[in-house]
């Protein structure tokens, strides 16, 4: 679409995750810090949230990549499971192709297996996105889980990343015995207007043939204003600009075309409105953004495309 246009490889703010694509914020880097940390002290739980679209998923790939091969990983993002579903979805992502027919067969498999990476050496570790949809009762199954131990150290890990509802979960008195196994825990904020303006330009960079394409500080200042500094929708705000400057024939960025785009992202409900002392032009119609353009007419992108230290024990990460 507009990538010949703009000299550019591919489309940069695509919103799946694409390491190749990665851009450690602060927070980010704080964030994988810890997550690395409590895998080598041995944590039994690890728990990092945050916002949908803040990252999460991109955090936890960046993660897994990272291990060496000393590290057996399974990692599941279906997680409306019950305790059964739970330790047979498990099994299958080991390479456990054999499921046994009753739970206390399939809780004694998963136990040999854990004690059969330990003797050579392996640590095992369990990752689990969307953790917020998680019931009550495989919650508490993966406790158990994470009592299978030797004498010296756990034979799992388990990584749990959901939404803030997830962090409200977890000090319901309810899972208060899960909660005292969450030694270590962060929750990740949305960027702020300087790894915001990093952000785009870092994923302009990346995606460049030859001198890339770099939005001014007013623009990225609006796109995080109107994003809230959600990665996500700065990808869906960024991605649109893009669109609507090539629909007029425009290479470069203008503040009032971004302005435009965000006010018809917002009539779309795509953006929720945001207050504050921004300038306001009048509307820009959709069909006129992209007017002369014919064949290069094109949706724009919905929000519904979407599939993009030391521990510090019972303490949440900066708010």
Known sequence: MY????????????LTPDPDYLYLSAGHRDALDHLRLGLESDAGFIALTGEIGCGKTTLLQALVTSLDGRTVVARLVDTNLTPEELLESLLLDFGIDDIPPSKPSKVSALARLLVDQRSLGRRVLIVIDEAQNL??????ELRMLSNLETEKSKLVQIVLAGQPSFRDSLASPALEQLRQRVSVRYHLEPLDADDTAGYINHRLRVAALDAPLQLSRACTDTIHHRSRGVPRLINVVTDAVLLAAYGEDQRGISQTLVLHVCDELERA???TPRSGPVLAPPPLPIDRLAAGRGDRVAAWPTAAAAPTPVPVPAKDGPR
């Open 3 to 14: 990538e010949r246009f703009f000299r550019l490889r591919e489309r940069p703010f695509a």
């Open 135 to 140: 019931p009550r009762r495989t919650l508490e």
């Open 269 to 271: 409900a795509i953006l």
